[in-house]
């Protein structure tokens, strides 16, 4: 056992299917509604893939993250937890926050549906409430089988500016990302243990950027992958934004999963 009652285990662990019941409320209210196993996922018949996203309310995830960006290396700690489970628009929406010590926090709106997981909405610390996406972004494809894709919005979270203010692309640039389901029987090693028959979902994008004089506009490879694994969820990503500039410098971003406590 681990501080904060999480697990280092090398084994997989599923939660328990229990009965509940719904209790009407918006998150916006800061109401909650209480949905417990059977209810979370289309009953305890869930779709083909909804084990490699566990939705639990107050299941956690620690992960040890590695940032090789800016010409530097920054180790830090990061918590995923799903904070509460309620209704919005008359659909069940799970709550999941995302911490990193010394930082702010931000919560994103999920909903589960016999398709897959969806984000919706998502809201910072400094935020009144939650900001709406244009539309519904897939963070899993049920049923999630190899060659499965799809595509989402996202943005460059290593690459920066080297004389610029904001320094980080992230505020000014966005991309498409096609996510492909590469493999299912995947295994993966980490401190929090060995996980085997795991989907491992590649995302492939590119961005055209000025990166100096001499070279010109190129077009910059963008490469995320993840490794959920059934039973625990996201047990690894690695993000490679590969660039050497005058005006820019990419990076390498890993989340290593140490800890968990899937209720």
């Known amino acids: 056992m681990t501080h904060s009652g999480m697990q280092r285990h090398p084994t997989q662990q599923k939660p328990d299917c229990m009965s509940g019941g719904v209790s009407p409320a918006k998150v916006r209210s800061g109401g909650l509604a209480v949905l417990l196993g059977c209810t979370l996922l289309m009953g305890c018949s869930k779709p083909p893939g909804a084990d490699y996203f566990p939705v639990t309310e107050g299941s ?5 993250v590695i940032s090789e960006k800016d010409n530097t290396t920054e180790i830090s700690e990061q918590q995923l937890s799903i904070n509460r489970v309620s209704t919005w628009d008359g659909k069940t929406i799970i709550v999941r926050r995302s911490e990193v010590a010394d930082n702010i926090g931000i919560e ?7 398709k897959g997981i969806e984000r919706i909405a998502q809201q910072v610390d400094l935020q009144e409430r939650a900001m709406l996406d244009d539309k519904p972004r897939t963070v899993l494809k049920f049923p999630l089988k190899q060659g499965e894709s799809w595509i989402v919005p996202t943005v460059p979270f290593a690459i920066m500016r080297t004389n610029e203010n904001p320094r980080e692309l992230k505020y000014s ?8 389901v590469e493999r299912m029987d995947a295994t993966v090693t980490v401190a929090a243990g060995t996980f085997k028959n795991c989907a491992e979902i590649v995302g ?17 490879p963008i490469i995320n ?3 959920y694994c059934p039973g625990v969820g996201l047990v690894r990503l690695e993000r490679s934004e590969e660039l050497n500039g005058a005006f820019f410098s990419g990076g390498k971003i890993v989340m290593e999963l140490t800890a968990f406590d899937i209720r």
């Open 60 to 64: 956690r995830w620690l992960y040890k």
């Open 108 to 114: 994103y709106w999920l909903r589960p549906t016999d």
């Open 173 to 180: 640039k966005t991309l498409l990302m096609t996510h492909t």
């Open 204 to 220: 492939r994008g590119d961005i055209t950027m000025y990166a100096d004089p001499v070279s010109g506009f190129k077009k910059i």
């Open 225 to 227: 992958t993840e490794i």
